[in-house]
């Protein structure tokens, strides 16, 4: 028996070499839907933050990303001061700012 292998098996087929774009166009095309379905949106939301965080004034009303909710008393290049309740003030950086409340929303009692 002879171990070694026959020489119409040990060489290669040649296959019809197809065009490399065919060959990277599954791969293009995943990196369109990434950047459609998960990278767009999540810059449009940074920016939306960033101009939120810019357009911040004194007597806001804000949720922290804790959750805290209170009025801005004081602001600074990057932190913030929030009243969080009377002669109660918490001083936190603008970026943990989640959200602006509409006027009115937290009230005194």
Known sequence: MDLLISPAFAQAQAQPAGNPLMQFLPLIL???VFYFL???PQ???NKEHRNMIASL???DEVVTGGG???RISN???HFVSVEIAEGVVAKVQ?????SVLPKGTLKEG
């Open 57 to 59: 004034s004194v007597g």
């Open 43 to 45: 810059m449009k939301r």
């Open 94 to 98: 603008k970026q943990s700012i989640a």
């Open 75 to 77: 602001l600074g290049e």
């Open 30 to 32: 995943l990196v369109v």
């Open 68 to 70: 805290v909710a209170g």
């Open 38 to 40: 998960l990278i767009r």
